[in-house]
């Protein structure tokens, strides 16, 4: 299985065009390939069209490495539940509190500490702490483009 991730969460990428052909005559269509992503999230178990994003030079799809996931579930390792265990007596209170304060979990980053409300939101900003990142490369160019100071 192959994950890309976009930084756009509704971003459609298009892979082969559509095209017509004439065919004794007659004008056949031949559907194209695209990537949509949803949620920012595009998995594919296609190894053709894994190749076909890799190769498109589009600084918001980035591809999610299996580093990437295994490090990011051995530190995040949790109930399985967003909003962990819930007692039978606190909702035959109606003890909101406890309910509230379940639901406010957060997945903090494990690299900057930032504090993120999803899974998936987590995933893609961890994505952008790689070297590879359109971030590292913007600031090696201009570390480069620097005046050497006299």
Partial sequence: MFYFASRLF????????????????????????????????????????????????????????????????AKTRGPKSVRGPMTAQAVKKGDTLQMAEQSKKEFPCVICGTKLKSQQGLDLHLVGHRASSQGAEKAAIQEKEKPAEQ
Avoid at 16 to 26: D, Q, S, V
Avoid at 57 to 66: F, Q, R
Wanted: net charge neutral; charged share 25%; hydrophobic share 40%.
């Fill in 10 to 73: 509704n971003l459609t990428v298009v892979l082969k065009p559509a095209t017509k052909t004439i065919i004794g005559g007659e004008i056949v269509k031949n559907p194209g390939i695209n990537a949509a992503f949803k949620s920012g999230i595009f998995t594919t178990e296609d190894e053709g069209i894994a190749k076909m994003l890799r190769a498109v030079k589009d600084p918001n799809v980035t591809e999610i490495t299996a580093e990437d996931r295994a490090a990011f579930y």
